[in-house]
């Protein structure tokens, strides 16, 4: 099925069982732990060895050689396979780094080698024993502060210019020129990456943890040489993804190349530390930011000038990305400089751009509404646009940005909020309340699905979508109810399985949308094939109470397929109207209140707000977990997550959740979310977007701004620690 119209009134609109809030259907299995992730597959491949990788001890340079002969003595150990044996696979999409093989180094824990064993403890022992000699590169830079002033004159062709934004900005009677830091994170998944790989008569079967089934198939096919049919690829649960696990990592090629070497199934996992150094972060940024604006606060002349790290061949974290549609303003100025350094990986990270963007972006508003002596929520009303600034012939095709802030503000009784900095005091804590914009894309993906109405009338959904912690199994289960007119419980879902039919994936918030629509466009096949049957017209018949009717006549879901299983197969593709006539994307608000402690500068989140303006709410239960999920991650932005660079050796050096901090429960007494009614026709059939990566975009802002007015302290380098208040 193609999309290349406004969606009008279908059959999903009913909202009998889409749109309800109803608890997850995986939730039983998640919460007895019986779920089984990856690396627990012992259901799979049996005679499973574990493989246990190594990491370089240098960020670039060449091995020179590497003395395997204790490793290959020590008890359990089946095979030694390094890097020096094999030559580079080539990278899978989206890959910056390579993943394995060959002498060079391209970053600290690159995968050198994979020691396989009969036990876990055996294969790391031995790993322990190997001796690699290198010749380091001592050229290599590893400060981002350093390398942005080496490369300020270099000429770049900015991301967006439109009109002229040095003059305008020159000739601002007010303005603001901030330059903002944030730090590396890491996704820090519960789940770290695991696999387990084993061939059989040329085949190769991975049972992995991976947000994109497809993609990575045919990754696997083209590292290892194979037609894509000779690849299996399954996934049915996933323990968090946050686009760490968009692309193949190490524990998948290594688990292969050692399954392969060993004629034996092997497991592989990263263990924690390989999951900062070895796998994908958030790039670093530096962002400069200048805002002029008119007396009564319209933005004249906005302009972002964003840096980051990235390894040769990759983009960094884009924080201009936002900038080129949120607000008005007639002269504008992005520009994306990707420095080429040799830390870890830099990749895709929940909302890459938009996350480490908004948190600079929407400080500098902050300031901006300060030096105009505004209200930080009239100001942002007062600069919304209906149109792309970057192109103001195309409008958004929905765009309820002011009506998240005056909700918001309504909700949270921002007329409260003392607008004097750290006027605001109860016993020991200073108090101050901080907004904040949210805005992310919603671009969507082909995705199919295959859906079987059972002799039974029970109805089963086949796609290879993912379901990383968000809710994929329900809301795709509600759609098939919905479209069939049986209860949820009738509905039975398959995800994960490179066997189905390939789907949009999970990433860039494009899955929810994405993956129903791909199940309503099956679910109108099977419709169809029913209606055949029934020698009726598809439009005459309607579904419900496990029924067929069709005028006067009712057949029960049983009968349609006279004992047989009924089966239709398809896929929704988006015709490019959506983009090219129309700006989609999703808005949102965010307000925090904050406690900072007068003596010791202890920061407490006392209370957070998210008004989210996203399209038609597939499932209000699974959207509120993903932006409540997604607040919390900002808050830990705000405040505690930084992977610190050891900027002598180019590692992070808190590779571990020790020293890695992200916030637990007690950090987070009370949230709330709301979701403005509303559709979004132009988006997909049943007229939703995503919310998953919305949820984080702008929250680090919000708690920053709530701590300048808690103190008068304006922090402009993450994250918000006390001794950056004292
Ligand atoms: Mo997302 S960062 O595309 O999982």
Known sequence: MRFDKPAGDNAADRGTVLGRPLPRIDGPLKTTGTAPYAYERHDVASGQLVGYPVGAAIAKGRIRSMDTRAAEAAPGVVAVITTLDMDRLPKARMNVAYLFGGRDIQHYHQAIAVVVADTFERARAAAALIRTDYDEDKSASFDLAEQRRAHQDDEVEPMARVGDFERAFAEAPVKLDQTYTTPGQSHAQMEPHASIAEWKDGALTLWSANQMIEWSKQALAKAFDLPAEKVRLDSPYIGGGFGAKLFLRADAVLAAVAARET????????????????????????????????????????????????????????????????????????????????????????????????????????????????????????????????????????????????????????????????????????????????????????????????PDGTVRVDTDMTDIGTGSYTIIAQTAAEMLGVPL????????????????????????????????????????????RLDADPEDLSFADGQVRHGDQRTPLTEVGGGEELVAEDKIEFGDFRSKEYLLATFGAHFVEVGVHAATGEIRVRRMLAVCDAGRILNPVTARSQVIGAMTMGVGAALME???????????????????????????????????????????????????????????????????NATGVRVCDYPVTLDKLL
């Open 263 to 454: 004629g034996r199934p092997v497991k592989v996992a990263l263990p924690r530390p390989l999951i900062a150094n070895n796998a994908t972060h958030r790039g670093l940024t530096i962002q400069r930011i200048r805002i002029g604006t008119d007396r009564d606060g319209r933005i004249t002349a906005i302009g972002h000038d964003n840096t980051s790290n990235t390894l040769p061949g990759g983009d960094g974290e884009n924080g201009a990305a936002p900038t080129r549609h949120f607000y008005a303003g007639a002269n504008r100025l992005l520009v994306h400089r990707p420095l080429e350094m040799h830390l870890p990986e830099s990749n895709a990270m929940r909302a890459p751009g938009e996350t480490a963007g908004l948190m600079a972006l929407e400080v500098a508003m902050d300031e901006m509404a300060g030096k105009l002596d505004m209200d930080p929520v009239a100001f942002r009303v007062l600069n919304d646009t209906q149109v792309d600034p970057d192109n103001p012939e195309r409008p958004f095709s929905e765009r309820h940005f002011v009506e998240c802030l005056e909700r918001g503000a309504e909700r949270f009784g921002w007329n409260e909020r003392n607008r004097e900095p750290g006027a605001r005091r109860e016993g020991q804590w200073l108090i101050g309340h901080g907004v904040a914009g949210a805005y992310r894309g919603a671009p969507v993906q082909a995705s199919g699905a295959r859906v079987r109405l059972k």
């Open 642 to 708: 930084e992977l610190a660079v050891d900027t002598r050796y180019g590692f992070f050096a808190n590779h571990d959740l020790a020293g890695y901090e992200v916030p637990v429960h007690a950090d987070i007494p009370e949230q709330e979310v709301i979701f403005l009614e509303g559709e979004d026709p132009y988006s997909t059939p049943l007229k939703a977007k995503g919310v998953g990566e919305l949820g984080i975009c702008g929250v680090s802002a919000a708690v920053a701004n709530a701590v300048h």
């Open 489 to 532: 419980d009738a509905v039975d879902v398959g995800l994960g399985d490179s066997d189905a039919p390939a789907s949009a994936g999970s990433g860039g918030q494009w899955g929810a949308a994405s993956s129903t629509a791909g199940v309503y466009a099956a679910c109108v096949a099977l419709r169809n094939t029913i209606a055949e």
